[in-house]
T-cell receptor, first 112, second 112 residues
Framework: GEDVEQSLFLSVREGDSSVINCTYTDSSSTYLYWYKQEPGAGLQLLTYIFSNMDMKQDQRLTVLLNKKDKHLSLRIADTQTGDSAIYFCAESLNTNAGKSTFGDGTTLTVKP | DAGVIQSPRHEVTEMGQEVTLRCKPISGHNSLFWYRQTMMRGLELLIYFNNNVPIDDSGMPEDRFSAKMPNASFSTLKIQPSEPRDSAVYFC??????????FGPGTRLTVT
């Protein structure tokens, strides 16, 4: 079945860039997503990328997709303390009927 | 739109009692998901519906758990009887046609 893996922790200094990595196993994945979860809240969709794209940029967020290596990354430029949260990578095979498979989440800690 | 609405936000109950969690998805979203999140097991998909029909309930832990979606704007997750190991945060999410999931704020369940 599908599997999505992420490293569990990342710590950066305020103002630096953060790069959160994710690998997935199913090459049929159609959409790949990044979600953010702040303490005491549900997951919030940050951005997504179609499998036929290599890169997507949205303000401070840059998503890179390497289909050959089944590797997805999320880069946060000029990381702020408010970016401290858990970041989940997820993939979906079929958006009309299928479920998404989520990674275990990467806890990002931003130090002042 | 108010987003996905869940109630109650917090539930404390004694072992053996019945617990009912409620969810109102975003209007127009055709798919609804129930998740459970704990420190030990992370985010687990319990069941999801497409057009009010249960599609995959393989994540439901055991027969004590049941879920219904009587119409497009309401779903329930019931645990009967509840046990201490059911303590977790339960999330409901609804999904767009592009596969983007919108999560509710969650119900924090404590079974003593």
């Amino acid at each position: 079945g599908e599997d999505v893996e992420q490293s569990l922790f990342l710590s950066v200094r305020e103002g630096d860039s953060s790069v959160i990595n994710c690998t997935y196993t199913d090459s049929s994945s159609t959409y790949l997503y990044w979600y953010k979860q702040e303490p005491g809240a549900g997951l919030q969709l940050l951005t997504y990328i179609f499998s036929n794209m290599d890169m997507k940029q949205d303000q401070r967020l840059t998503v890179l997709l390497n289909k050959k290596d089944k590797h997805l990354s999320l880069r946060i430029a000029d990381t702020q303390t408010g970016d401290s949260a858990i970041y989940f990578c997820a993939e979906s095979l079929n958006t009309n009927a299928g479920k998404s498979t989520f990674g275990d989440g990467t806890t990002l800690t931003v130090k002042p | 739109d108010a987003g996905v609405i869940q109630s109650p936000r917090h539930e404390v109950t004694e072992m053996g009692q019945e617990v009912t969690l409620r969810c109102k998805p975003i209007s127009g979203h055709n798919s609804l998901f129930w998740y459970r999140q704990t420190m030990m097991r992370g985010l687990e998909l319990l069941i999801y519906f497409n057009n009010n029909v249960p599609i995959d309930d393989s994540g439901m832990p055991e027969d004590r758990f049941s879920a219904k979606m009587p119409n497009a704007s309401f779903s329930t997750l019931k645990i009967q009887p509840s046990e201490p190991r059911d303590s977790a945060v339960y999330f409901c999410a609804s999904r767009t046609d592009r596969g983007e999931q919108y999560f509710g704020p969650g119900t924090r369940l404590t079974v003593t």
